[in-house]
């Protein structure tokens, strides 16, 4: 009589010790690959001093308007740039409006505009900015600036 020997057919084990090296090397990969939404400027601006500053707390809630003279013309009067277009004051109030409909319902109430103005920029045009965006109801304005 033969005997009959059984073997048991398991499944290997999974190695797991090259896991953590294929985690970090993919999690690298997207950090090079991935590119941040940043807008070209298309304004000179040169950032005026202050003493008293505070930073911003929360960027996703804010929007900038950037005021100065465009790129390449020397002679040019004050533009404004929204996003990544030179506009007339007149387009602030419906940029305001478009940004905050973009923007989750918690940061539309918490919604800061941010003018990032050349330090010699003509305060007509700054002011003319101020005024679209009360009419936007944009009521938090902050004004960059370096420390002395």
């Known amino acids: 009589m033969s005997r009959f020997i059984k073997h048991s057919h398991e499944v290997p084990a999974l190695n797991m010790a090259s896991m953590p090296d294929l985690i970090f090397t993919v999690l ?22 202050g003493t008293e500053l505070t ?9 900038y308007i950037y005021i100065g003279k465009p790129l390449g013309q020397k002679d040019a009067k004050t533009s404004i740039q929204l996003n990544d277009k030179i506009a007339p004051a007149e387009q602030v109030t419906p940029y305001v409006v478009a940004e905050r409909k973009r923007m989750l319902p918690e940061d539309a109430r ?3 505009v941010d003018i990032k103005a050349d330090r010699h ?13 009360r009419q ?3 009521y938090r304005i902050h004004y960059s600036a370096v420390s002395r």
């Open 121 to 133: 920029a003509d305060m007509g045009t700054i002011t003319d900015v101020k005024q679209a965006l």
């Open 28 to 49: 690298f990969f997207f950090m090079i690959v991935t590119h941040m939404r940043s807008v070209p400027l298309k304004v000179v601006y040169q950032v005026p001093a």
């Open 110 to 112: 918490n919604m800061t």
């Open 55 to 63: 930073k911003l707390t929360k960027k996703s809630s804010t929007t």
């Open 136 to 138: 936007g109801q944009a």
